[in-house]
């Protein structure tokens, strides 16, 4: 009875310590997450043209940027098993590689960016939406550096318990998009009307406004004078670049899995009208703003489990790693249920369903959101689930899960019923939900064999 009742108080000591430090994180990517629905708002009030251009550009983007930030979320388990071991010297290498990856990879990404048109093209999409999505991308495709360069920051505050700065932060930049936006989209405050041009711009004064932010705090804070983390920073450290990129790709590929079958799913969208295209860009953006909240807690899902695995201790890593499963699958079912039972009070916010131009649009997006509720309760067991094992440094298997579910399964089934079965976007939502179901069963049954398979094995 009294091993019980201890057990029992692991749990609730580990529920609390991991909300602790999760309920920053979360509404820093509520936060985060607000960024861009302001966009996606804003750019619904230039139409529903300059919405459907400007959020297939962003996605195309985002696809990118999501890889960079699996790289450099590479040094989020590094950091938090040099802290569970106690070694200073190994969180600073980390600190300084993990920018350097992001400068070089999105030195490389960024000429790609601005070719968006062309690509598009190529792509099947119609010319006028190619060419709206370049103004945006103008500018916009900067956004690589900052944005990668604050994750890195992200992680390492994280890592120390300090969430509150990483929140306050996010809140600040989404005050300083939305003033943007409304200057330099719409031409007021003086400013010239630039529409998505205007965004773009906005975009990346506010990650670059961000990073500073960030890192201006952590050089100020004495506590971490010792690890002088610009010191010296342009002195190569070859061994520690490269294991954060050896620790970082598989995580890349495995987060550009599932954006990429996003993204995929978009340009479909775009095949079948604009429309169809407009309203799934409104449901993807309502079912991610729900989805920060378990993406919130599988940071700090990463660093609980990072931290025990650095300490040898299988009992902490599975309690950190069970309890955070619950708690991010649990607040799903309460999504899903919102989503289901009141679909058109989230996409009111999006588009007015009283103007005629709107009217099909947002039935469209009322169905989408329906089938999402669905797949909100497998989206947040596969993110917790792959953030417990990355807490592990077990990133390659997951990555290959990623891709066997959202390519082999999500896409292609998603074409079969939306073109084939002419189910349309309800088809291409269906394929999604399947993909992530995949994922989320074969990334729980891994965790729940991390013993057999010696991934928590300590000699």
């Known amino acids: 009875m009294e091993n019980a ?53 962003h996605s ?7 890889f960079g930030m699996g790289l450099v979320t590479a040094v989020s388990p590094m950091m938090a098993k040099a802290i569970g071991e106690g070694d200073e010297v190994s969180v600073r290498r980390t600190v300084r590689q993990g920018f350097w990856v992001c400068i070089a990879f ?20 119609e010319p006028d939406i190619a060419a709206l999505a370049e103004t ?39 005050v300083l998009n939305i003033i943007g936006n409304y200057g330099l989209m719409f031409g007021n405050f ?29 050089l100020a804070l004495k506590r971490f004078k010792d690890y002088n983390l610009l010191q010296r920073f342009w002195k190569p450290d070859w061994q520690r670049f490269f294991e954060v990129i050896r620790v970082g790709v598989p995580i890349g590929f495995m987060l550009m899995a599932e954006v990429g079958m996003f993204s995929v799913a978009a340009f479909m969208m775009g095949w079948l009208s604009k429309p169809e295209l407009a309203a799934h860009a409104i449901a993807l953006q309502i079912t991610a703003i729900s989805f920060m909240v378990p993406l919130g807690i599988s940071q700090a899902t990463t660093v609980r489990v990072g931290i025990c695995h650095g300490r040898r201790s299988p009992i902490g890593v599975m309690i950190s ?20 039972l009141f679909p058109g009070f989230f996409v009111q916010f999006f588009l007015n369903p009283a103007d005629p131009e709107n009217v099909a649009a947002f039935n469209f997006a009322v169905t989408y959101i329906m089938i999402a509720g669905v797949f909100q309760l497998v989206d947040g067991g596969q993110v917790m689930a792959a953030a417990s094992l990355r807490g592990l440094s077990d990133t390659k298997v997951p ?14 089934v998603g074409y079969l019923l939306g073109f084939v079965f002419e189910w349309r976007g309800i088809g291409v939502w269906a394929g999604m939900a399947l993909g992530l179901a995949v994922v989320a069963v074969l990334l729980t049954i891994r965790f729940s064999q991390r013993d057999r398979l010696g991934l928590v094995r300590y000699g």
């Open 5 to 57: 009742q201890g057990t029992g108080n692991m749990w609730l000591e580990e529920a609390r310590a991991t909300f602790k430090l999760a309920w920053p994180l979360v509404l820093a990517q509520l936060a985060q997450i607000g960024l861009s629905t302001s966009d996606v708002i804003m750019m619904g009030w230039l139409g529903p043209e300059f919405l459907g251009a400007g959020a297939l550009a």
């Open 60 to 66: 195309f983007m985002f696809f990118f940027l999501i």
């Open 106 to 125: 999105s030195t490389l990404v960024i000429p790609l960016m601005l070719q968006i048109d062309h690509i598009f093209l190529l792509l099947g999409q």
């Open 136 to 174: 945006y991308a103008r500018v916009g495709a900067f956004q690589f550096y900052p944005f990668l360069l604050f994750a890195v920051m992200r992680s390492f505050l994280a890592a120390h318990n300090i969430t509150l700065v990483v929140l306050l932060a996010t809140l600040v930049g989404i």
């Open 190 to 218: 003086g400013l010239p009307r630039l529409e998505l041009l205007g965004a773009g711009i906005s975009t990346v004064i506010v990650h670059s406004a961000t990073f500073l932010f960030a890192l201006i705090y952590a």
């Open 321 to 340: 790693g069970w309890t955070s499963i619950a708690m991010g699958v649990g607040f799903m079912v309460f999504t899903c249920m919102l989503y289901i």
């Open 399 to 412: 990555m290959a899960i990623a891709l066997f579910g959202y390519w082999v399964v999500g896409i292609p």
